[in-house]
């Protein structure tokens, strides 16, 4: 690697490690960031997490003029071509980063974004909030993969000159000359789309673990701020109907919520199944997770969190459909990121 390439990929390591433990920006092995140089594409590894920038690799080089030679003739179906001996796996969303033309690339599920993104009608105010120094352009909601990628495509097409692309029901992606130019792109847009939550941490009477059959089986979630999905009457009616959002809270948290509206409801309905889910809503009393609910799953949870509390009661939230659920659960890879998660 030339000098500039070796800096590059030290100030990309070092912003991806700040980024990964600011829980607005990065939830577990959410978002990836990559870098070209030449005819490479460094790109986060499925499955990885940005916060482990510093300590760990996390990127795997993979050929780029093969991609861009693929999605240039309408592959959008292509497998990225790992260069050297990886044992891991490029990101699901590499491709994304191959279709902009700027050197680095940031995906994020930021929440200042997500929080609108999942809404009706959040183009007129992203219009309205954010200058022109962010060019942007959109696409709607898709799964992750070769369908995103072909609108990603489409979208580029009709906006040349744009370095951010929102989402729909899934995030943003931000393209650069380099980190700083990235950074404050993502700064200014954080800044103009921030929302103040509509709840703050409240005290709460201690929780204690939830036993069935004389043994504990529930144990109540150490983020306290969670317990408001089960105790604030409007969170937990959003929960209930507003679920499916975006899909790494669909691939880690499952298809819907199990809210129970008193302990009695929960007794009887562990009675009565063979497979207990891990996560459990109690109205009015709290959140509560069997005890190997990993990081990951609980990083997801704060991200579902940091969006409703986003939400006023005027806000009418899109949710995937039971199709796009289905697509997004039968998908082998997303099989071996959660088979990563720790
Ligand atoms: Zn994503």
Redesign the pocket.
């Known amino acids: 690697m030339s000098v500039y390439a070796d800096q590059l990929k030290a100030s990309i390591t070092k912003y991806c490690a700040k980024i990964g433990t600011d829980p607005l920006l990065v939830q577990g092995a959410?978002g990836n960031v990559s870098w070209k140089d030449k005819d490479t594409l460094w790109v986060k590894a499925s499955g990885t997490w940005l916060a482990d920038a510093m300590e760990k690799d996390i990127f795997v080089p993979v050929d780029l003029q093969h991609l861009r030679l693929a999605l240039g003739s309408g592959n959008f179906a292509v497998t990225p071509m790992v260069l050297g001996e990886s044992a891991l796996k490029p990101s699901i969303?590499t491709l994304l980063h191959a279709l902009m033309a700027h050197r680095v690339v940031v995906?994020l599920?930021a929440i200042e974004a997500l929080a609108y993104l999942v809404r009706s009608g959040w183009q007129t105010d992203f219009q309205s909030r954010l200058d022109a120094s962010i060019r942007w352009t959109s696409v709607g909601y898709k799964k992750?993969g070769a369908d995103l990628a072909e609108a990603v495509s489409l979208a580029l097409q009709g906006a040349s000159g744009a370095n951010v692309i929102f989402l729909q029901n899934?995030?943003v992606v931000v393209g650069g000359e380099d980190i700083a130019e990235v950074e404050q792109v993502l700064n200014d847009m954080t800044v103009a789309l921030n929302t103040p939550p509509i709840y703050h941490p409240d005290k709460l009477s201690s929780l204690v673990p939830v036993s069935y059959e004389g043994k504990a089986l529930y144990y109540p979630i150490t983020d306290s701020d969670i317990h408001q999905l089960a105790t604030k009457i409007d969170l937990f009616n959003r929960l209930e109907s507003g679920w499916a959002l975006y899909?790494?809270h669909v691939v880690f948290l499952g298809a819907h919520p199990h809210t129970y509206n008193d302990m009695e409801a929960l007794d009887r309905a562990l009675c009565n199944i063979d497979e207990t889910p891990q996560l459990i809503f109690i109205k009015g009393v709290g959140a509560f997770t069997k005890q190997d609910f990993s990081s990951a799953k609980n990083a997801q949870l704060r991200c579902y969190y940091d969006v409703l509390v986003r939400q006023n009661q005027e806000h009418v939230i899109q949710t995937l459909t039971p199709q796009q659920i289905g697509e997004l659960l039968n998908w082998d890879a997303e099989q071996y990121r959660m088979g990563l998660a720790k």
């Open positions: 959410g969303e995906h599920h992750p899934h995030g899909p790494d």
